[in-house]
């Protein structure tokens, strides 16, 4: 009787030192939570349309939602090359130098600019039903020919930059409403077919993600109801200028924040 206390006490010992030797032994298990994030992509991942932008030409806010989970989840590490106006080309020659073998999540969104769809919605807004149709006839069989080979080379090269990071592609959601957005409004015949052609470049993008092991995450039903000529939108429309077309800071944290916490948790 008068041992036991000594005996509870050597056996909880015991227990200590097990434990303390199996984290040191097994080092990456006391490192699994740690989050080491790379932001990449264009004006969609930089925060464009959001405000409180930092001072260089790529537009970068902290209202993205890049930033708004990274400050969420209390990353090890946060790198943020992501660049207004980005292409394919410039995630290639300037943004994934930001990775490495330490990298365990990259976030994108890209191929809105390769394909131009920011000249074409200034074209739609602007110009002629016809025109427009057009334009964007054109931008969809880009999207079927050669962008798909483009996000290819780049999903590739992010996976060899990053070897143990997954990567998350996000989509950019449907832009306009098509209910009455007012005589000075976009028609209703224009805002559908953008919002057909975005339909299509969601689908060519989560199919080249899926086939480069990628997650996809679709923002589409997350900003259902709030597309330009909404009541709230979360969309900015051509009064914001360089910020047209983009979403909002509402958008980002309400919009894209969900929609990446869906698939990351």
């Known amino acids: 009787m008068p041992h036991r206390p000594l005996a509870r006490a050597v056996t909880a010992l015991a227990a200590l030192v097990a434990t303390t030797l199996a984290v040191l032994l097994v080092p990456g298990a006391a490192q699994a939570a740690a989050i080491h994030y790379v932001a990449l992509g264009d004006s969609y991942s930089s925060g464009v349309g959001a405000g409180s932008y930092d001072p260089n030409t790529c537009l970068r806010s902290s209202k993205s939602y890049t930033t708004l989970w990274a400050q969420q989840h209390a990353v090890a590490s946060y790198k943020f090359p992501a660049c207004g106006g980005a292409k394919t080309d410039d995630v290639l020659n300037e943004q994934i130098g930001s990775l490495d073998a330490t990298t365990t999540l990259v976030t994108i969104t890209i191929g809105g600019n390769d394909a131009g769809f920011s000249s074409i919605l200034e074209n739609c807004r602007f110009g002629s039903e016809s025109d427009c149709t057009n334009r964007v006839n054109e931008a969809k069989t880009f999207a079927t020919t050669v962008l798909p080979g483009r996000l290819d080379a780049t999903y590739a090269a992010i996976r060899s930059r990053a070897p143990n990071a997954r990567l998350i592609v996000l989509g950019y959601p449907r832009l306009f409403e098509t209910g ?4 000075l409004g976009m028609s209703t015949s224009k805002r559908i077919i953008l919002n057909e052609a975005a339909d299509l470049l969601a689908s060519v993008t ?60």
Do not use: M, Q
């Open 180 to 183: 009455s957005c007012g005589l």
């Open 206 to 265: 989560a199919g080249r993600a899926a086939a480069a092991g990628a997650t996809f995450s679709d923002t589409r039903s997350y900003f259902a109801g709030h597309g330009v000529c909404a009541s709230t939108p979360w969309i900015k429309d051509v009064t914001g200028l360089i910020e047209a077309y983009h979403p909002n800071a509402d958008g980002y944290r309400y919009g894209y924040l969900p929609a990446l916490n869906a698939v990351t948790g």
